[in-house]
């Protein structure tokens, strides 16, 4: 019974990991952005201003990447760099009020309804969820860590006859 529990809890949480996926790919299509540019946007959004190492390090880019993409989202009218007014040799990059309009189109409605529909979890059902969400999200920065460091020569041979790597 159990197992058939946990095979079931991970078919919905695979399943639902590909319906957020095929959203975001929506939403940065209606954006005008990419997917990554999107996942930057959502930094932005949770942790408001940040340094540009803070969010290369969130967004697992480096120092150059980042540099580029924050250059993309200041001409796309999506982020902007203000200096620390304490410390002015550091910057910070946040959203603009415009990203947030068109983000709270995009999102606003989603989160109303998740938070609608969460009202009818208990406290204690809450907690597990949070607890559940939290050590997921521990568990994948472990494992995306451990991506990082691998060769693709590690892996087993591609097949032949598969996509290419940009398709």
Do not use: C
Not at 49 to 67: K, Q
């Amino acid at each position: 019974m159990k197992d058939s529990l946990v095979e079931e809890l991970f078919y919905l949480v695979r399943a639902e990991q590909e319906d957020v996926q095929a959203f975001d790919e929506q939403a940065a299509q209606l954006l005008g952005i990419n997917l990554t540019d999107l996942r930057v946007l959502g930094i932005l959004d949770r942790r408001g201003p940040v340094t540009a190492s803070e969010l290369a390090e969130e967004a697992g880019l480096t120092s150059g990447s980042t540099t580029t993409l924050v250059d993309r989202l200041e001409r796309a009218g999506y982020a902007v760099r203000s200096r620390d007014t304490d410390d002015r040799r550091r910057v910070f990059v946040e959203l603009t009020d415009a990203a947030r309009a068109r983000m709270g189109e995009i999102w606003g409605p989603l989160g109303a309804e998740a938070g609608e529909f969460v009202q009818g979890y208990s406290k204690e059902e809450l907690e597990l969820l949070v607890d559940y969400l939290t050590k997921g999200r521990e568990l994948l920065r472990r494992h995306r860590a451990r991506l990082a460091r691998m060769d693709p020569s590690e892996l087993p041979p591609a097949p032949t006859g598969g996509m290419s790597r940009k398709g």
